[in-house]
């Protein structure tokens, strides 16, 4: 193969790879702009016992709310030993498998 063919060869895989790249980056984009919309709130969700709404339209500012107020704590987990427990005896009373073919 020539010199000037060897060249010809790389300068078409280099521009097709530039293509490739540039339609690829350029369907992301459009992606992002379909799929890219701005997220929102739906009114009255709770969020980890902390009640969310929306601002009020008086035009005044929502005041910040103050270190611990409206924060619920989830009640201690009592029942994990006996859930453990009735785990066990359903494993226990399962049964095995079969042996694998030799």
Same mark, same amino acid.
């Given at each position: 193969?020539? =010199?000037? $063919?060897a @060249?010809?060869?790389?300068?078409i $895989?280099?521009g097709r790879?530039?293509?490739? +790249?540039? +339609? +690829?980056v350029?369907?992301?984009?459009?992606?992002g702009?379909?799929?890219?919309g701005?997220?929102? /709130? %739906?009114?009255?969700?709770?969020?980890? &016992?902390?009640?969310?709404?929306t601002a009020?339209?008086?035009?005044?500012? =929502?005041?910040?709310?103050?270190? &611990?107020?409206? @924060?619920?704590?989830?009640?201690p987990?009592?029942? /994990?030993?006996?859930?453990?427990?009735?785990?066990?005896?359903? @494993? $226990?009373?399962?049964?095995? @498998? =079969? %042996?694998?073919? $030799?």
């Open positions: 193969m020539s =010199p000037a $063919a @060249l010809r060869v790389l300068r $895989a280099a790879r530039a293509l490739e +790249l540039v +339609l +690829l350029g369907g992301l984009f459009v992606i702009l379909l799929c890219g701005q997220a929102s /709130a %739906a009114d009255g969700v709770s969020v980890a &016992g902390v009640h969310v709404g009020s339209t008086t035009g005044s500012k =929502p005041e910040a709310p103050r270190r &611990g107020e409206g @924060l619920s704590v989830p009640a987990v009592t029942e /994990a030993g006996h859930l453990a427990g009735s785990v066990a005896e359903e @494993l $226990a009373e399962a049964p095995s @498998l =079969p %042996a694998a073919p $030799a």
